[in-house]
Structure formats: structure tokens, C-alpha cells
T-cell receptor, first 110, second 117 residues
Framework: GENVEQHPSTLSVQEGDSAVIKCTYSDSASNYFPWYKQELGKGPQLIIDIRSNVGEKKDQRIAVTLNKTAKHFSLHITETQPEDSAVYFCAANTGNQFYFGTGTSLTVIP | GAVVSQHPSRVICKSGTSVKIECRSLDFQATTMFWYRQFPKQSLMLMATSNEGSKATYEQGVEKDKFLINHASLTLSTLTVTSAHPEDSSFYIC?????????????FGPGTRLLVL
């Protein structure tokens, strides 16, 4: 089955700096890659996603890049703000099931 | 985006009692819903897939008699933790998809915190 790895597990950045979270996957059949933000005590919230026919997608301060050849995709957050502090999960959809990364705890230091 | 609700948001119960958690898709229908369990500072662990009109599909290692799932309608799935014990204490999250296959997008509920004393 699919194996999704996510790095780093924890990330601290100064407010205003950029944050990058990377995920790799193993199943070349995976074709849809969402990113979720989970705040403490809440459920994951979809923040951005990318499908395999697109290499990059941007939505205001967040962007996702996908390299299907290398089987990795990344989340980029620019101009980070304290409210960006949360746990971020990547996922890969093989068409049959979603596989989640292990999460990255992002702390934005004011 | 789509809205998925869960009720209750948190529950405390005594060991040996059963607890029911509801998951509702508020503005769309879902023939399938998913139940996850999340331990502190860990990722989401898929427990089972709830199927409207048929039996749930459980992941390996998940006791189906312990975690009863009923997909009563196209907008409601329930997870009942039977004879709960302290080790069942966890954060339970449901999700419901829109679309199918590679067009599928999963939307999560806010989660239910279960504490078994």
C-alpha cells in the first residue's frame, strides 16, 4: 500500500518568515494530495490541495508544489503569523483510500 | 467548504458504559463516512469505513464488536464505543467525502474527545 512520510515533525519559525513542510509518497498511482491544518482540540481542516496534473497551486500565503517524478510534495507558508501555529497533515489519495502523513507541529514565534 | 458536524464534542463516562458519537454531513450527502482515532501528538488512524445501507469495513486490529458503526442515512453515521474502558480514551474524528476516486475530497468533523474514567 501507500506510505506517506512527512518532515519535519516539529518546526519553529519567527513571525514573518516562511515555513516549508515536505511529504513523500511511495505509490505512483496516487493522484490527489491535500493538506490539512489541525488546531488544538479540533478536527483537521482542508487548507489546500493539488491534483497530479498541476505542479503548483497557490492560495494567498499558502502554496503547494508537486513533483510526481520524485514522488514528493510540499506545503509553503509565507509571511507566517501566530495563527498559523497548528499541526499540519499531508495526505495522498490512491483513488481507493487516503493515507496521511505523521503531521508537523508548526509554531510561529511572535 | 463542506460542513461535517460531530456530537458530542466531548464526553466523560464511567468504565463499562457505552458511548455513542454522531457524525453528520450538514450540506451534502455521503454514502461513505470514515472514522478515525487520534492519540495525543499523533497522526490520524483510520478505524473503519461506514457504508450507508451495508456493513462497515473495519481496519485490521479494530474490534468491530467494540466499535459499532451504523450508517443510518445519507447524512448520519454513528460510532458506539461499547463497554468503554480507560484505554478507549481518545480523540475520535469522522470525515465524509465529496466526489469519488481521485476527485474525492475528505472533510473532517470537529472531533469528539472521549475520556473513560
Amino acid at each position: 500500500g501507500e506510505n506517506v512520510e512527512q518532515h519535519p515533525s516539529t518546526l519553529s519559525v519567527q513571525e514573518g518568515d516562511s515555513a516549508v513542510i515536505k511529504c513523500t509518497y511511495s505509490d505512483s498511482a496516487s493522484n490527489y494530495f491535500p493538506w490539512y491544518k489541525q488546531e488544538l482540540g479540533k478536527g483537521p481542516q482542508l487548507i489546500i490541495d493539488i491534483r497530479s496534473n498541476v505542479g503548483e497551486k497557490k492560495d494567498q500565503r499558502i502554496a503547494v508544489t508537486l513533483n510526481k517524478t520524485a514522488k514528493h510534495f510540499s506545503l509553503h507558508i509565507t509571511e507566517t503569523q501566530p495563527e498559523d501555529s497548528a499541526v499540519y497533515f499531508c495526505a495522498a489519495n490512491t483513488g481507493n483510500q487516503f493515507y496521511f502523513g505523521t503531521g508537523t507541529s508548526l509554531t510561529v514565534i511572535p | 467548504g463542506a460542513v461535517v458536524s460531530q456530537h458530542p464534542s466531548r464526553v466523560i463516562c464511567k468504565s463499562g458504559t457505552s458511548v455513542k458519537i454522531e457524525c453528520r454531513s450538514l450540506d451534502f450527502q455521503a454514502t461513505t463516512m470514515f472514522w478515525y482515532r487520534q492519540f495525543p501528538k499523533q497522526s490520524l488512524m483510520l478505524m473503519a469505513t461506514s457504508n450507508e445501507g451495508s456493513k462497515a469495513t473495519y481496519e485490521q486490529g479494530v474490534e468491530k464488536d467494540k466499535f459499532l458503526i451504523n450508517h443510518a442515512s445519507l447524512t448520519l453515521s454513528t460510532l458506539t464505543v461499547t463497554s468503554a474502558h480507560p484505554e478507549d480514551s481518545s480523540f475520535y474524528i469522522c470525515s465524509a467525502p465529496i466526489g469519488t476516486g481521485f476527485q474525492e475530497t475528505q472533510y473532517f468533523g470537529p472531533g469528539t474527545r472521549l475520556l473513560v474514567l
